[in-house]
């Protein structure tokens, strides 16, 4: 039996970020399958490699992030998404737990909150 | 839950208990009264008997009476209504005992019943002989005679009739008697128990009817204590919401706030009524649109069961709001709230309402800000110190001159006559290359704090820049933000002081023979006064070997009683020994093979010497053996830079062309280097001379050497003396 597996997508625009969270990831349950730089390429990224988590960043351009939520959501109802944003929008933040996100993560943030915030959301119900 | 059971099961053990009473009761009394009504029939039952039981010997009696009467002739009349009487009311009884009887169960039982029967059996004869006896005419009875009175043929029927019953009946009156006797005992008998049996019934009842009393006792009291304590419990309550300085409140899930709230919740929020409104009616005039619109959402989120409620609280976007209180008069008074959210569950699953809590927290945050501000204002500070440390101290001293320098000229710029537009333009521009310059500099050397300061005097000057209309006021700014800058430069300046003196401290320290290296010594040297000299001459050392260049142009720095500098010229003597040592290399020494070409020894040589070279002066000597002051290049050199037009250039004598080089913006480099691009320098030690009220000689000899003398006034003559004693 395995230990229990997670497949994790990060979307963000920025590549720093992306890298960052990549190399973040300590979590030997969870393992990194790809990066997409907005909503749109999520949902391909999605179709394709099948992830259980999300770090989803919510501002970012062709499709924001609230409402690739919203969609992945439904496409998956069992998926687990991690929010990633500055402090300063909650109202994003609210929409986006709204629409069926599992987690929230403050912007700038460090790689142990990082990874806390990542164990919360694989450990949560 | 455990104890709600509990509670549930001592509620209903009275309560069964009592059900049960009740029920009890109510039987007992059915059984009662129907036993009431048995008693009484058998009693009316023995009444009966009983009665009857007379009647035969009154029959009997009666008929003997008759009997007599005929034999005597005598009027029996009465006797024989009396006899009809009597049967009549015999039969009447037998029918209402018989009625009596099956009313008193006692016609089912069969020793009553027969006896009954029996006693009917022995009265039928008697009563039909007493019938034929009635048709006999009571008139008539006698017929009057010479011999008196004799009997009639219905008289002598009727004595014969009469004779006959008393002479047949005999035998069955006493049966009857006997009967109706035993049948009376019998229903005694069945009166006795059913009297008894009535007796313990209402025993029972009363037993029943105490224990129901005792329970419903047991009620009421319970009642009363759970009473008591729910008035008690809402006490407490009406006590923690009347005390608590947090408001408290409940929202329901159609946004109302509920009834009971702490009462600090209207003067918290200056909201009247908060009860029955909804909470985005109680935040209305609190917040703007946006924060509203988020509140609602937030809220929203509290009632979906399946979101964290941790997460929740971490968006909650009520956690801090600024709201202005309008006043009666007066400006608004700004207060921080902050608003927490729990949901609340009653028994069931799910959401009931959600707690709302409010607290005042402008204290908190004021607090904080001043925090902040103390923080940032200690992380400059010791960003500063970090900058100071981190940069080479020569090349920093230098870059405060610089800026001291560059300040100062934009100062003189600025002050100096011209109001025309193109005047203005011209002090502009000069006064933003200066700062483009500083700028430049500092960000190569890692100085923040004073890039973001020429920046901002660079921003100010290219609005001006773009202005039309250009006045002298409109230049305040500018001189606000030199000041600044000024300022900052003098405070860098200080601190570099202190953690020079710290430096010297430390290399003192070091300098003393182990023997001597205890505390005590330690403590001595750093106790010593103005241990900077000695600092200055590494300070020097280290400037001489960083403006040189290895190979090129070498120098050899020879410092003589520089640790005697007293500390109120240590900060000026120091200014200017760096200024001019490094002055010294690039205009004076000559690159080596230009040395070795005019005969000289290769490395160039540089003196300083301060000594106290009269009671009333102190001298600093600055010397290279370099290559001397050119009147005729100083001459080019001001026309070049305008600082002299051609007739004052043709005019300038020796001497005025050595003073020249002490004018601002004058600079003999021609190439712009690290180290003494920007030409500055001289005119900042003249300056500085002048400002201690000391003056400034040179004397040169061109290729041979120059020399500067610098003559400072003693303020203490006791000052040199401690000094050098130190």
Same mark, same amino acid.
């Given at each position: 039996?395995?230990?229990?597996?997670?497949?994790?997508?990060?979307?963000?625009?920025?590549?720093?970020?992306? =890298?960052?969270?990549?190399?973040?990831?300590?979590?030997?349950?969870? *393992?990194?399958?790809?990066?997409?730089?907005?909503?749109?390429?999520?949902?391909?990224?999605?179709?394709?490699?099948?992830?259980?988590?999300?770090?989803?960043?919510?501002?970012?351009?062709?499709?924001?992030?609230?409402?690739?939520?919203?969609?992945?959501?439904?496409?998956?109802?069992?998926?687990?998404?991690?929010?990633?944003?500055? +402090?300063?929008?909650?109202? @994003?933040?609210?929409?986006?737990?709204? =629409?069926?996100?599992?987690?929230?993560?403050?912007?700038?943030?460090?790689?142990?909150?990082?990874?806390?915030?990542?164990?919360?959301?694989?450990? %949560?119900? | 839950?455990?104890?709600?059971?509990?509670?549930?099961?001592?509620?209903? +053990?009275?309560?069964?208990?009592?059900?049960?009473?009740?029920?009890?009761? &109510?039987?007992?009394?059915?059984?009662?009264?129907?036993?009431?009504?048995?008693?009484?029939?058998?009693?009316?039952?023995?009444? $009966?008997?009983?009665?009857?039981?007379?009647?035969?010997?009154?029959?009997?009696? *009666?008929?003997?009476?008759?009997?007599?009467?005929?034999?005597?002739?005598?009027?029996?009349?009465?006797?024989?209504?009396? +006899?009809?009487?009597? !049967? #009549?009311?015999?039969?009447?009884?037998?029918?209402?005992?018989?009625?009596?009887?099956?009313?008193?169960?006692?016609?089912?039982?069969?020793?009553?019943?027969?006896?009954?029967?029996? %006693?009917? #059996?022995?009265?039928?004869?008697?009563?039909?002989?007493?019938?034929?006896?009635?048709?006999? !005419?009571?008139?008539?009875?006698?017929?009057?005679?010479?011999?008196?009175?004799? $009997?009639?043929?219905?008289? @002598? /029927?009727?004595?014969?009739?009469?004779?006959?019953?008393?002479?047949?009946?005999?035998?069955?009156?006493?049966?009857?008697?006997?009967?109706?006797?035993?049948?009376?005992?019998?229903?005694?008998? /069945?009166?006795?128990?059913?009297?008894?049996?009535?007796?313990?019934?209402?025993?029972?009842?009363?037993?029943? &009817?105490?224990?129901?009393?005792?329970?419903?006792?047991?009620?009421?009291?319970?009642?009363?204590?759970?009473?008591?304590?729910?008035?008690?419990?809402?006490?407490?309550?009406?006590?923690?919401?009347?005390?608590?300085?947090?408001?408290?409140?409940?929202?329901?899930?159609?946004?109302?706030?509920?009834?009971?709230?702490?009462?600090?919740?209207?003067?918290?929020?200056?909201?009247?009524?908060?009860?029955?409104?909804?909470?985005?009616?109680?935040?209305?005039?609190?917040?703007?649109?946006?924060?509203?619109?988020?509140?609602? =959402?937030?809220?929203?989120?509290?009632?979906?069961?399946?979101?964290?409620?941790?997460?929740?609280?971490?968006?909650?976007?009520?956690?801090?709001?600024?709201?202005?209180?309008?006043?009666?008069?007066?400006?608004?008074?700004?207060?921080?709230?902050?608003?927490?959210?729990?949901?609340?569950?009653?028994?069931?699953?799910? @959401?009931?309402?959600?707690?709302?809590?409010? &607290?005042?927290?402008?204290?908190?945050?004021?607090?904080?800000?001043?925090?902040?501000?103390? !923080?940032?204002?200690?992380?400059?500070?010791?960003?500063?110190?970090?900058?100071?440390?981190?940069?080479?101290?020569v090349q920093?001293q230098s870059?405060?001159n610089n800026?001291?320098v560059?300040?100062?000229?934009?100062?003189?710029?600025?002050?100096?006559?011209?109001?025309?537009?193109? *005047?203005?333009?011209?002090?502009?521009?000069?006064?933003?290359?200066?700062?483009?310059? $500083?700028?430049?500099?500092?960000?190569?050397?890692?100085?923040?704090?004073?890039?973001?300061?020429?920046? /901002?005097?660079?921003?100010?000057?290219?609005?001006?820049?773009?202005?039309?209309? +250009?006045?002298?006021?409109?230049?305040?700014?500018?001189?606000?933000?030199?000041?600044? $800058?000024?300022?900052?430069?003098?405070?860098?300046?200080?601190?570099?002081? !202190?953690?020079?003196?710290?430096?010297?401290?430390?290399?003192?320290?070091?300098?003393?023979?182990?023997?001597?290296?205890?505390?005590?010594?330690?403590?001595?040297?750093? /106790?010593?006064?103005?241990?900077?000299?000695?600092?200055l001459e590494q300070i020097l050392q280290r400037l001489a070997r960083e403006v040189s260049a290895p190979g090129a142009r070498e120098v050899r720095l020879a410092c003589e009683g520089l640790?005697?500098?007293?500390?109120?010229?240590?900060?000026v003597v120091r200014d200017i020994s760096i200024q001019m040592v490094r002055n010294a290399i690039v205009h004076g020494i000559e690159a080596r093979d230009e040395r070795a070409a005019a005969g000289k020894p290769p490395v160039g040589t540089i003196r300083i010497r301060f000594s106290?070279?009269?009671?009333?002066?102190?001298s600093l000597l600055v010397e290279d053996d370099g290559q001397g002051l050119d009147p005729a290049r100083i001459r080019d050199h001001a026309l070049e830079r305008?600082l002299?037009?051609?007739?004052?250039a043709?005019?300038l004598n020796q001497t005025g062309a050595y003073r020249m080089i002490f004018q601002p913006g004058f600079s003999t480099a021609s190439e712009v280097t690290e180290h003494a691009g920007r030409g500055v320098g001289l005119d900042v030690v003249n300056t500085t001379v002048?400002?201690?009220?000391g003056r400034i000689g040179i004397s040169t000899q061109p290729g041979k050497y120059t020399r500067f003398k610098m003559m400072?006034?003693?303020?203490?003559?006791?000052?040199?003396?401690?000094?050098?004693?130190?």
């Amino acid at each position: 039996m395995d230990a229990p597996h997670h497949r994790l997508l990060v979307v963000d625009d920025s590549n720093v970020i992306r =890298k960052r969270i990549e190399r973040a990831n300590e979590l030997p349950e969870i *393992e990194f399958v790809g990066a997409a730089r907005n909503g749109r390429e999520a949902l391909e990224m999605h179709a394709q490699l099948r992830p259980t988590l999300v770090t989803m960043d919510l501002t970012m351009p062709e499709m924001d992030g609230a409402e690739c939520v919203a969609i992945l959501v439904q496409r998956d109802p069992q998926i687990r998404i991690l929010v990633i944003s500055a +402090l300063a929008d909650k109202l @994003t933040a609210i929409d986006a737990l709204e =629409k069926g996100a599992s987690g929230f993560l403050c912007k700038p943030f460090t790689d142990r909150q990082l990874n806390e915030a990542l164990r919360k959301l694989i450990s %949560a119900q | 839950m455990a104890r709600l059971s509990l509670n549930q099961r001592v509620q209903w +053990l009275p309560l069964a208990l009592a059900a049960v009473c009740t029920a009890a009761l &109510a039987l007992l009394l059915f059984t009662g009264v129907r036993l009431a009504a048995r008693l009484q029939s058998a009693s009316s039952a023995l009444q $009966l008997a009983s009665g009857l039981t007379a009647q035969p010997q009154l029959l009997r009696s *009666e008929l003997t009476l008759i009997q007599r009467g005929l034999e005597t002739q005598t009027y029996v009349g009465d006797s024989l209504r009396s +006899l009809a009487a009597g !049967r #009549t009311t015999s039969n009447q009884a037998y029918a209402r005992l018989e009625t009596a009887m099956r009313a008193a169960g006692l016609a089912a039982r069969t020793d009553a019943a027969s006896r009954y029967a029996q %006693a009917r #059996t022995h009265w039928q004869p008697l009563d039909d002989g007493l019938a034929r006896l009635e048709k006999t !005419r009571s008139a008539g009875l006698y017929a009057d005679s010479a011999g008196g009175s004799t $009997l009639t043929a219905s008289g @002598t /029927a009727l004595k014969r009739a009469v004779d006959e019953l008393l002479a047949t009946q005999s035998h069955n009156t006493a049966a009857l008697a006997g009967e109706l006797g035993d049948l009376a005992a019998l229903v005694r008998t /069945a009166v006795v128990r059913d009297g008894q049996s009535l007796r313990t019934l209402l025993l029972g009842g009363a037993g029943l &009817a105490s224990l129901l009393l005792a329970t419903m006792l047991y009620f009421a009291w319970r009642a009363g204590q759970a009473a008591r304590a729910a008035s008690e419990a809402q006490r407490q309550i009406g006590n923690i919401l009347g005390t608590v300085r947090e408001g408290l409140f409940l929202i329901a899930r159609d946004g109302r706030i509920g009834g009971a709230h702490s009462d600090s919740l209207v003067a918290l929020l200056r909201a009247p009524a908060p009860a029955g409104q909804t909470f985005e009616e109680l935040l209305r005039p609190l917040v703007d649109e946006k924060t509203l619109l988020g509140a609602g =959402k937030f809220l929203g989120l509290l009632w979906k069961d399946k979101v964290n409620e941790e997460l929740i609280e971490s968006v909650n976007p009520l956690s801090q709001i600024e709201v202005n209180f309008q006043r009666a008069q007066g400006p608004a008074e700004q207060r921080y709230l902050s608003f927490s959210f729990r949901r609340a569950r009653g028994a069931g699953a799910g @959401t009931d309402f959600v707690l709302g809590v409010v &607290a005042d927290v402008t204290d908190r945050v004021l607090l904080q800000r001043e925090l902040e501000q103390l !923080r940032a204002s200690n992380d400059s500070q010791s960003s500063l110190l970090l900058q100071l440390l981190q940069t080479e101290p020569v090349q920093l001293q230098s870059f405060l001159n610089n800026v001291e320098v560059g300040v100062r000229r934009c100062n003189a710029l600025l002050r100096s006559p011209g109001i025309g537009a193109a *005047e203005l333009q011209q002090k502009i521009q000069g006064v933003f290359r200066e700062m483009h310059s $500083l700028k430049g500099e500092a960000a190569a050397l890692g100085m923040d704090s004073f890039v973001e300061r020429t920046h /901002a005097v660079e921003e100010l000057l290219a609005a001006l820049r773009e202005q039309a209309g +250009l006045a002298g006021d409109d230049f305040v700014g500018v001189v606000v933000k030199l000041d600044d $800058l000024l300022s900052h430069q003098q405070l860098l300046a200080a601190m570099q002081e !202190r953690v020079d003196q710290a430096r010297n401290a430390a290399v003192s320290a070091s300098d003393i023979p182990p023997d001597k290296h205890g505390d005590t010594a330690v403590i001595s040297t750093r /106790a010593a006064p103005a241990p900077r000299p000695a600092g200055l001459e590494q300070i020097l050392q280290r400037l001489a070997r960083e403006v040189s260049a290895p190979g090129a142009r070498e120098v050899r720095l020879a410092c003589e009683g520089l640790e005697r500098v007293p500390a109120e010229y240590a900060g000026v003597v120091r200014d200017i020994s760096i200024q001019m040592v490094r002055n010294a290399i690039v205009h004076g020494i000559e690159a080596r093979d230009e040395r070795a070409a005019a005969g000289k020894p290769p490395v160039g040589t540089i003196r300083i010497r301060f000594s106290e070279a009269s009671p009333q002066e102190y001298s600093l000597l600055v010397e290279d053996d370099g290559q001397g002051l050119d009147p005729a290049r100083i001459r080019d050199h001001a026309l070049e830079r305008g600082l002299l037009d051609v007739e004052q250039a043709a005019a300038l004598n020796q001497t005025g062309a050595y003073r020249m080089i002490f004018q601002p913006g004058f600079s003999t480099a021609s190439e712009v280097t690290e180290h003494a691009g920007r030409g500055v320098g001289l005119d900042v030690v003249n300056t500085t001379v002048r400002e201690c009220g000391g003056r400034i000689g040179i004397s040169t000899q061109p290729g041979k050497y120059t020399r500067f003398k610098m003559m400072l006034p003693r303020h203490d003559a006791t000052d040199p003396a401690q000094s050098s004693a130190a």
